[in-house]
């Protein structure tokens, strides 16, 4: 008899102890849970962007619920979510810009053309590193993609060698802002506006050699803005978003057809 | 005595690689080693759960079941103490090292259950009714050294991993394919260590 009870009582008693001692660990032990970040990162997207600049939405969620973060640095959440977030601490709502990412290339096979056949690794990092990049410009996207993979949103494309973003799609997280080596792309507000679609600075006649629709500089969009929003300097034009009235005189007086109006950006 | 622990640790992490030699413990190895981060995070966690969990089957084993010739339950215990070890000092470290916690925790769990660790504790006893001078300490070593072992051979195939992702393999072979074909010649170019540390210490 004995042969079978003694086994049998010293897994038990050795399975016993080992969940005593567990239960018992897991009391002494316990770790308080942090129950306001809990609430507040179920509110947030969960997209863990980072756009933030925190460590992921429990990173965030916790500087929130330690009062270290403002609410409303949720790029995907939008105003909903700084909303919801700022009437639970009991702050005052914050506005929120909704802003989408701008690619200022429009460097496509059409327009441009690459200064040598790339066979090396696939990615416009590694590309940059190559004299400057596969792109006869040396301002402009290469279109290997990099930004592509960096959005969690399936809201940019490479089409015809240069990157585009879907507005509607885009949730102005700022991946690809980072991920882009030639800094092609910006956030920019989601309103009427225009944008300039170009990024180099060379001088007009370089810019020309190698682009169809590159920035010149020639100062035209300047002098018919009414509203003082477009700059030139260093033979590149940009807009100030805060400036822009969206009239969209400069868009016609462009005649490299570089800039763009916002709501045209829709592909 | 020094010498003879060398010798032991030695041969745990070359001629007998728990991975690439005894082939134990390849599901991790196959599922974590897509990154070198997480591949090392992981092996430290293996390596510190097998010596723990030596640490503990060994005296249990040599104290308790052979005593009472239950030498046949050694499986069912050992893998009972496991389970409850790592469940344990996974509670542990979130309460007292935070950081170390965050680093290993998705893979402590994973562990209880890993196949390496239930070999190291049954074969260093193995080891140990073998050869009457393979002890408590000598046990400990080995499993130290199965630990480390293992984190070469993750690191080492992370490595290799990270040099396929960038290759251009045929079509039929991508993914899983490739990495076992890979594995295994990984594997084969550890059987060149036989011999090795004996020849050193020997």
Redesign the interface.
């Given at each position: 008899m004995n042969q079978l009870w003694?086994?049998i009582v010293?897994?038990a008693v050795?399975?016993l102890i080992?969940?005593l001692?567990?239960a018992i660990?897991?009391i002494l032990?316990?770790?308080p849970k942090d129950e306001k970040a809990e609430d507040i990162e179920a509110m947030l997207p969960g997209a863990n962007c980072g756009a933030c600049g925190y460590s992921g939405c429990s990173g965030y969620a916790k500087a929130l619920a330690h009062g270290e973060a403002q609410p409303g640095l949720c790029a995907p959440g939008g105003a909903e979510v700084a909303k919801m977030v700022s009437q639970y601490l009991g702050l005052a709502d914050v506005d929120v810009e909704a802003k989408v990412a701008v690619v200022h290339c429009l460097g496509s096979y059409d327009n441009t053309s690459d200064k040598m056949e790339y066979e090396g690794?696939q990615t416009c990092a590694a590309a940059a590193q190559l004299a400057g990049g596969v792109s006869s410009c040396r301002y402009g996207c290469m279109g290997l993609g990099d930004c592509v993979r960096s959005c969690a949103y399936g809201a940019i494309d490479v089409c015809n060698g240069v990157a585009h973003v879907e507005p509607s799609r885009c949730k102005g997280c700022s991946m690809c802002v980072k991920a882009c080596p030639k800094q092609l792309i910006s956030l920019v507000p989601l309103k009427k506006q225009a944008v300039v679609r170009c990024d180099n600075c060379d001088k007009g006649a370089m810019t020309n050699k190698v682009c169809k629709v590159g920035c010149i500089g020639c100062m035209k969009c300047q002098k018919v803005c009414e509203a003082g929003a477009v700059k030139v300097e260093h033979f590149h034009a940009t807009v100030d978003p805060e400036k822009c009235i969206g009239c969209g005189k400069c868009v016609e007086a462009c005649p490299r057809h570089c800039l763009t109006m916002m709501e045209h950006l829709q592909a | 005595m020094i010498k003879n622990l060398v010798a032991i640790f030695l041969a745990a992490i070359l001629t007998e690689n728990y991975v690439l030699n005894k082939f134990l413990g390849i599901c991790p190895f196959l599922g974590v080693s897509k990154k070198l981060n997480t591949a090392t995070g992981m092996s430290v966690a293996v390596t510190f759960v097998m010596v723990i969990a030596t640490a503990v089957t060994w005296p249990?084993y040599m104290y308790?079941?052979v005593p009472?010739q239950?030498e046949y339950?050694q499986t069912?215990?050992f893998i009972?103490?496991i389970?409850?070890l790592v469940?344990?000092i996974e509670?542990?470290l979130?309460?007292?090292m935070p950081p170390l916690y965050n680093a290993l925790g998705i893979y402590l769990p994973l562990i209880t259950t890993n196949c390496a660790v239930l070999g190291v504790t049954m074969l260093v006893i193995e080891k140990g009714a073998a050869d009457p001078t393979f002890g408590y300490v000598q046990s400990l070593v080995n499993a130290f050294g199965s630990g480390i072992g293992f984190m070469v051979a993750m690191v080492l195939f992370a490595g290799v991993r990270e040099r396929l992702e960038?290759n251009d393999i045929p079509k039929f072979l991508k993914g899983l394919p490739i990495t076992l074909i890979a594995a295994s010649l990984v594997a084969v170019s550890f059987l060149g260590f036989q011999g090795l540390v004996d020849g050193l210490l020997g």
């Open positions: 003694i086994p010293i897994v050795i399975g080992a969940g001692g567990l660990a897991s032990m316990a770790v690794i | 249990i308790l079941l009472n239950l339950l069912i215990v009972l103490i389970a409850a469940q344990l509670i542990a979130r309460k007292f960038t």
